[in-house]
């Protein structure tokens, strides 16, 4: 199998409210898929199932070779994800909340603060990480989220309306983030396989 994501006949209702009606989807490693759709289109509902936060009503998804309902946290091992509404804690720094984050995957000390510092250089945020998210712009914040997103070293990224509210230079810059994260050799070392985004 060479899909980062596998989706068959997957549908999401809400008591009598169908929310996703049956798609079918595979996604290849490697891949940069962007899911496009109105407000209210399921899209969330999509990767809410994918990263296992939401029971599918009937279907079947595989994420990194993981059944999402056999195998739930060998799902959340293999991703990460940036979701629709701002998540960060704004009263602390850049740097606590990757280090948050980072013990909630249980990395030890040393594999966090080399990581920490890893992903912080990616998203070119290193000379602000002791600074309160507070003070942060809203294209830093949505790339302290990204960096945050990939501290595990998922094999797939999803993310939710990635440059909602942001200006047209910030909202291009992330994508330049996005694409160049993807391209594991320019930066030298491995960083993420595929990305599943919508917006
Ligand atoms: N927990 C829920 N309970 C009931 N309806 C929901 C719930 N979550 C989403 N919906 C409905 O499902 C539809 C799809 O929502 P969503 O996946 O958030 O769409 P999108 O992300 O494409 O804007 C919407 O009509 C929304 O109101
Ligand atoms: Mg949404």
């Known amino acids: 199998m060479e899909y980062a994501i596998q989706i068959e006949k997957l549908s999401k209702k809400f008591d009598d409210f169908t929310a996703v009606s049956s798609i079918d989807l ?9 899911l496009l759709g109105p407000n209210g289109a399921g899209k969330t509902t999509i990767i ?5 936060l939401l029971q599918p009503t009937s279907g079947f998804a595989a994420v990194w070779h993981h059944n999402i309902l056999k195998d739930p946290a060998a799902v959340r091992r293999s991703i990460g994800i940036v979701f629709q509404d701002p998540s960060l804690d704004t ?3 850049g740097r606590e909340n990757l280090d948050f984050h980072a013990r909630m995957y249980g990395l030890n000390k040393e594999e966090r603060e080399r990581r920490i ?18 003070f942060y712009s809203g294209g830093m ?10 501290m595990h070293y998922p094999q797939v990224l999803f993310l939710d309306e990635p440059t909602l509210g942001l200006d047209a230079q910030t909202r291009r810059r992330v994508w330049e983030y996005i694409k160049r994260l993807n391209k594991a050799d320019s930066l030298g070392h491995w960083v993420c396989r595929s990305f599943f985004f919508c917006f």
């Open 26 to 34: 595979n996604i290849e490693k490697g891949e940069i898929f962007g």
């Open 117 to 134: 510092n890893e992903v912080l250089d990616l998203v070119e945020l290193k000379d602000r990480a002791d600074v309160f998210v507070k």
């Open 141 to 150: 914040q949505r790339r302290l989220e990204i960096a945050r997103g990939l």
């Open 48 to 52: 809410k199932m994918l990263a296992t």
């Open 91 to 93: 009263e602390l720094t």
